[in-house]
């Protein structure tokens, strides 16, 4: 019974560890990029981003932000 319990654990175990792998995403799904710039006047530099999507639309980015 010991073997049985054993056999059918071990089993059961390997299955759960091998599920639902076949959906992984591809290469830079799911990723982000830091862009590090400097800038002598950040607020300027800002604006100018807002306004121009350009860059941010060739790296493919969905969201941009400033910190």
Excluded: C, W
Excluded at 49 to 58: C, D, I, S, Y
């Amino acid at each position: 019974m010991r073997l049985l319990i054993l056999l059918l654990a071990t089993m059961l175990a390997t299955y759960a560890a091998a599920d639902n792998h076949g959906g992984q995403p591809a290469v830079g799904e799911g990723a982000f990029v830091t862009l590090m710039v400097q800038a002598k006047d950040p607020d300027a530099y800002i604006e100018v981003m807002k306004q121009n999507t350009a860059p941010f639309e060739a790296l493919g980015s969905s969201v941009a932000g400033s910190a």
